[in-house]
């Protein structure tokens, strides 16, 4: 099977879609807390809390990675703690 990931790692693109999938489900109230998603998907809650800061990405990083999958050297651990910083620098860590 042929990746259409472009240069991203299929990985990172399907942890930002299920972290996009999760934060709908909180927003929508089709879960209460962190910890019915947790649950429902038979994981810890801390590994959903941590997962879902990539649902937090600035608009910027999401079109560089989703849109133009433009890849990065960051592994997931490293784009989680990007995805912790303001938006104004999460593009430069990105790059670096």
Do not use: C, N
Request: proline content about 4%.
């Amino acid at each position: 099977m042929v990746s259409d990931a472009g240069g991203v790692d299929p990985h990172v693109l399907r942890a930002i879609a299920r972290a996009w999938r999760w934060r709908r489900q909180l927003e929508t109230g089709a879960a209460s807390i962190i910890q019915d998603i947790a649950a429902a998907e038979k994981v810890s809650d801390r590994f959903v809390s941590r997962m879902m800061r990539l649902a937090y990405l600035s608009p910027e990083v999401l079109e560089h990675l989703v849109i133009r999958r433009v890849p990065s050297s960051l592994s997931l651990a490293d784009l989680i703690a990007v995805a912790d910083r303001p938006w104004e620098e999460q593009m430069a860590k990105l790059e670096e």
